[in-house]
T-cell receptor, first 112, second 109 residues
Framework: GENVEQHPSTLSVQEGDSAVIKCTYS??????FPWYKQELGKGPQLIID?????GEKKDQRIAVTLNKTAKHFSLHITETQPEDSAVYFCAASPSGGQNFVFGPGTRLSVLP | DARVTQTPRHKVTEMGQEVTMRCQPILGHNTVFWYRQTMMQGLELLAYFRNRAPLDDSGMPKDRFSAEMPDATLATLKIQPSEPRDSAVYFC???????FGPGTRLTVL
């Protein structure tokens, strides 16, 4: 089955700096990679996703890159703000939304 | 504003009691997931349904857990009997690229 690893487990950055979270996956059949943000007391919320036919996707201050050959993908947040502080999860899944496997999460703290 | 709703939001119960958690998926979503979140195990998939039929419940302890979709607007997750190790946050999610509900925080004493 699929196994998703995520690093780092915790990350602290100064407001305005960039943050990068990296994930690796094991199943070459996985072709959909969403990222979720979970704030305290809430459920995870989808923030960006990427499919295996795309190498990079950007949405304002958030970008995701995918290297299919190496089986890793990364989340990049630029110009971080205190409201970016949360736990971020990566996930991998075959197309169709079945069998999502989540990484263990990264707790991001943006220091004012 | 379409969203997944879950009830109750918090539940404290004693070991051996039955617990039922309910979820209303987003209207029109025909895929529904149940996840459990703990500090040790992270987010674990317990079961998921498509068009109300269970497709995979291999992540669920069969002897005490059961999941059903009585109709398209209601999914239930039942634990009987509950044990302290079941203490966790249980999330329902719907849609092919899941939208998560707010979760039910379960504490079993």
């Amino acid at each position: 089955g699929e196994n998703v690893e995520q690093h780092p487990s915790t990350l602290s950055v100064q407001e305005g700096d960039s943050a990068v979270i990296k994930c690796t996956y094991s199943d070459s059949a996985s072709n959909y990679f969403p990222w979720y943000k979970q704030e305290l007391g809430k459920g995870p919320q989808l923030i960006i996703d990427i499919r295996s036919n795309v190498g990079e996707k950007k949405d304002q201050r958030i970008a995701v890159t995918l290297n299919k050959t190496a089986k890793h993908f990364s989340l990049h947040i630029t110009e971080t703000q205190p409201e970016d502080s949360a736990v971020y999860f990566c996930a991998a899944s075959p197309s169709g939304g079945q069998n999502f496997v989540f990484g263990p999460g990264t707790r991001l703290s943006v220091l004012p | 504003d379409a969203r997944v709703t879950q009830t109750p939001r918090h539940k404290v119960t004693e070991m051996g009691q039955e617990v039922t958690m309910r979820c209303q998926p987003i209207l029109g979503h025909n895929t529904v997931f149940w996840y459990r979140q703990t500090m040790m195990q992270g987010l674990e998939l317990l079961a998921y349904f498509r068009n109300r039929a269970p497709l995979d419940d291999s992540g669920m302890p069969k002897d005490r857990f059961s999941a059903e979709m009585p109709d398209a607007t209601l999914a239930t997750l039942k634990i009987q009997p509950s044990e302290p190790r079941d203490s966790a946050v249980y999330f329902c999610a719907s849609g092919l690229w899941p939208f998560f509900g707010p979760g039910t925080r379960l504490t079993v004493l």
